[in-house]
T-cell receptor
Framework: GDSVTQTEGQVTVSESKSLIINCTYS????????LFWYVRYPGEGLQLLLK???AGQKGSSRGFEATYNKETTSFHLQKASVQESDSAVYYC??????????????WGLGTSLVVNP | GGIITQTPKFLIGQEGQKLTLKCQQN?????MYWYRQDSGKGLRLIYY???????QKGDLSEGYDASREKKSSFSLTVTSAQKNEMAVFLC??????????????FGEGSKLTVL
């Protein structure tokens, strides 16, 4: 089957420190994976943070970066210097480029980031 | 920009009761989705709809009905609520296909508690 595994539970980081949230995927049915990071800020709905559809490419948004590594089947989320406003729940997701209706999105369990001032 | 509105935000029901959640979007998106999120589990697709009056079952459709009478709205019914059931239901919409594949817009969620 297809699955996404990301850093479990809660990650606590001090403001201005670096962050990495791990995400690895496994697929038996998707020939051309699309990879996504979504974020849920307190009191808001889930929203797309960044996406990458081509292996080897890097996506970036709001200071966050993630590189699609096909060899290690990974899509880790990184930020060099976090801010308190980055406190949120982050979800890694795997999609199929050729399933346009998005019905085959596979979601990680979410990682809660707490940034301490 | 647009918005997705889910009602109610909190829903408390009794075992065996039929309960309905509603979702409205003003993005003019064709496709809408209902996901269930349980503690410790990823989002699981219940139903989706690619156009008005269309319904497609997801991985978790048993025990649920859905309705898409208008392009802008998508409702989900729990046909018989189970005791001790607690989950968050998320509604989403998207443009299907092309460069926007994978870009969903979500509501804030509806939290269900069954007593």
């Amino acid at each position: 089957g297809d699955s996404v595994t990301q850093t479990e539970g809660q990650v606590t980081v001090s403001e201005s420190k670096s962050l990495i949230i791990n995400c690895t995927y496994s697929t038996t049915s998707i020939a051309y994976p699309n990879l996504f990071w979504y974020v849920r800020y307190p009191g808001e709905g889930l929203q797309l943070l960044l996406k990458v559809i081509t292996a080897g490419q890097k996506g970036s948004s709001r200071g966050f970066e993630a590189t699609y590594n096909k060899e290690t089947t990974s899509f880790h989320l990184q930020k060099a210097s976090v801010q308190e406003s980055d406190s949120a729940v982050y979800y890694c997701a795997l999609g199929d480029r050729y399933v346009g209706d998005n019905s085959k999105l596979i979601w990680g369990l979410g990682t809660s980031l707490v940034v301490n001032p | 920009g647009g918005i997705i509105t889910q009602t109610p935000k909190f829903l408390i029901g009794q075992e065996g009761q039929k309960l309905t959640l509603k979702c409205q979007q003003n993005f003019n998106h064709d496709t809408m989705y209902w996901y269930r999120q349980d503690s410790g589990k990823g989002l699981r697709l219940i139903y989706y709809s690619i156009t008005e009056n269309d319904l497609q079952k997801g991985d978790l459709s048993e025990g649920y009905d859905a309705s898409r009478e208008k392009k802008s709205s998508f409702s989900l019914t729990v046909t018989s609520a189970q005791k001790n059931e607690m989950a968050v239901f998320l509604c989403a919409s998207s443009i299907s296909g092309g460069p926007n594949t994978g870009q969903l817009y979500f509501g804030e969620g509806s939290k269900l508690t069954v007593l």
